[in-house]
């Protein structure tokens, strides 16, 4: 029995490609607590939370009926269980594709030539409301893992599966036809819990908290000391959040600064500021940014 004390909770994937991304975003939020896989319940000490380690395919349901106030799960789980459940804000990892696809040597070419053939997959709910849409009559050929094998066992036409880097279904000689769905990890909440009053408020705290710590991912924070007179020039190569802060040093005539710059850019970026005429610069990680 799950105890209802106020407290929020929030479900992740006990064991799985979620969990360590979950608990590293939790964890970037400021929330201390030991996880251990083994035990439902992971108390957090400095916020009003309780982290529930649960299946994955179960999640969507157990954030639908209150178990759980908030989960993270991939979306896909949400879609296929069909769940009544609010997204609140996609969190940038466990990326993937719900993809059909076909055996290289097939002569199928385009969605409309599914039409009277066999798809296997683990997406059942997802299929059939893609085949109605597209008012295609195909045979829904459910099964519960290993699915890339079904063309090769003469079970299946095409299949309909999960893809994010495609090597699997290289090795098992498959071609992708169509995405019926782009997918990433989500966070999502009791539709009730979310109009109710107390947990509405932690909710909130904590939503504050993820989207500063999803700005913050992939950046870094640059300082640099540079001749007043360089500033114009230094301020075209920086790409900044908004206007770079500019601060007066004692020594007259000189500046320092201060600018956000993205992860992937700062190498190129600094080079270049450094034969514009800045000295002195430091580039430091952000842990998050309140906008
Ligand atoms: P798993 O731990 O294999 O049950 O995967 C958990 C979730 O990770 C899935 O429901 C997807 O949302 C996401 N995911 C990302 N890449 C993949 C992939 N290559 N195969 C399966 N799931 C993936």
Redesign the pocket.
Request: glycine share 18%.
């Given at each position: 029995m799950i105890a209802n004390n106020g407290r929020l909770k929030i479900a992740i994937?006990k064991s799985?490609?979620?969990t360590e991304d979950s608990i590293s975003l939790l964890r970037a939020c400021g929330l201390e607590f030991e996880f251990q896989k083994q035990s439902l319940y992971s108390p957090c000490r400095n916020f009003d939370l309780d982290v529930l380690a649960l299946r994955?395919d179960d999640i969507p349901e157990y954030v639908q009926d209150a178990v759980a106030d908030l989960g993270i799960v991939?979306e896909?789980?949400v879609r296929e269980k069909r769940a009544q459940v609010e997204i609140v804000t996609k969190l940038g990892y466990?990326?993937?594709r719900l993809t059909i696809s076909v055996p290289q040597r097939s002569t199928i070419r385009s969605v409309s030539q599914l039409n009277r053939k066999r798809i296997a997959t683990t997406y059942p709910s997802t299929l059939k409301q893609f085949l109605r849409a597209r008012r295609l009559k195909a045979e829904v050929i459910e099964l519960s893992g290993s699915v890339e094998l079904a063309p090769t066992l003469d079970v299946a036409d095409a299949i309909c599966d999960?893809?994010?880097t495609g090597t699997t279904s290289r090795v098992n000689g498959l071609r992708p036809l169509h995405v019926v769905l782009s997918?990433e990890?989500v966070l999502i909440a009791n539709r009730q819990t979310l109009k109710k009053s107390a947990k509405k408020l932690l909710i909130e705290r904590l939503a504050i908290r993820i989207s500063g710590s999803l700005q913050a991912r992939g950046k870094r924070y640059m300082m640099m000391n540079a001749p007043l007179t360089a500033v114009p020039r230094l301020k075209r190569i920086i790409p900044s959040l908004k206007s770079p802060t500019v601060v007066p040093l004692a020594e007259e005539g000189m500046v320092a600064l201060h600018s956000v710059v993205a992860e992937d850019v700062f190498w190129d970026v600094m080079e270049r500021l450094k034969k514009a005429g800045a000295s002195d610069i430091i580039v430091v990680p952000i842990e998050t940014i309140i906008t």
């Open positions: 994937q799985g490609r979620l994955d991939g896909n789980i466990g990326h993937c999960i893809v994010s997918s990890a």
